[in-house]
């Protein structure tokens, strides 16, 4: 598959998190050709009845893939549709979306399957198919180079596709359900997933105001809009602290205690601290 450029510059540049996923799969199944895939496939692979014996399947298994043309088909997905939105996400989204869809797969699996194993990042790569066409619904995917399609009718099909063979029973070794998976977890992902970071967010953001309450500066009456007063006199030092504190708590409030650095974080330790002493 290819795709033509829709308000985004696709440039064939590789980005981080794609090229290791690249590296990582085609380097895991060469070792499965040299070693010997029976033995990768069940010690790596997801087997819904070893799912406690043997939990890291949940994860490995989107490493493995069972013949050559399994790997190229989802490489290629990889290679074409990761690069728009790693760039767009950023390295540690993209890589969380495409560890979520692959763990969707599982779940759905160890569901409606919990007889067959599955192996393959094709719940993933469904996943970033979905992400793909979320973004740029208009963009024309070229099947086999020659046909063009609108992504959001591409994976529409897909979606309608998986879900039957799914349920039908069709497909013989295709885990379906797998795919399934991939795409749902997406779809919950891309049109929850905003609204309940917010929410976790605030819930955080509040816990941390509440942690490192700090007793507000008296506001004057000139602040009030009445006649000026003097504020009781402090410091400058004491000053511009609070002054710093009100800048962290602003920067906690927009982007979350994680964007915090170290010298911000001690200076809450030390207000904290006094405010405990007083």
Not at 155 to 178: D, E, K, P, Q
Request: glycine share 12%; aromatic share 16%; charged share 20%.
């Amino acid at each position: 598959m290819a795709y033509a450029t829709q308000r985004f510059d696709f440039g064939y540049q590789l980005t981080p998190w794609v090229k290791r996923l690249l590296i990582a799969n085609t380097v895991v199944f060469l070792v499965t050709r040299v070693v010997g895939g029976s033995l990768f496939f069940e010690w790596f692979g997801f087997w819904p009845a070893n799912a406690l014996t043997r939990p890291w399947g949940a994860v490995t298994y989107m490493f493995l893939h069972g013949d050559l043309w399994h790997l190229l088909f989802n490489m290629l997905v990889l290679f074409f549709f990761g690069p728009p939105l790693e760039n767009r996400w950023g390295s540690s989204e993209f890589l969380k979306y495409y560890l979520l869809c692959g763990l969707g797969g599982v779940a759905l699996s160890f569901i409606f399957a919990p007889q067959t194993g599955i192996i393959g990042s094709s719940a993933a790569i469904y996943g970033l198919m979905l992400a793909f066409a979320w973004h740029w619904p208009e963009a024309p995917i070229y099947i086999w180079g020659i046909f063009p399609v609108k992504a959001k009718w591409l994976v529409g099909f897909l979606f309608v596709l998986t879900f039957i063979s799914a349920f039908n029973g069709t497909g013989g070794v295709v885990a379906h359900f797998a795919h399934l998976g991939g795409l749902m977890t997406g779809i919950g992902y891309l049109k929850f997933g905003d609204r309940l970071g917010a929410r976790l967010g605030e819930i955080r953001n509040s816990r941390m105001s509440e942690r490192f309450a700090i007793v507000p500066r008296k506001i004057s009456r000139e602040e009030e809009g009445g006649k000026p007063s003097h504020r009781k006199k402090r410091g400058r030092g004491e000053e511009d602290l609070l002054d710093e504190v009100d800048r962290i708590l602003d920067k906690i409030s927009a982007r979350g205690i994680g964007a915090l650095t170290d010298d911000e974080r001690r200076v809450l330790d030390e207000v904290s601290r006094k405010r405990r002493s007083n």
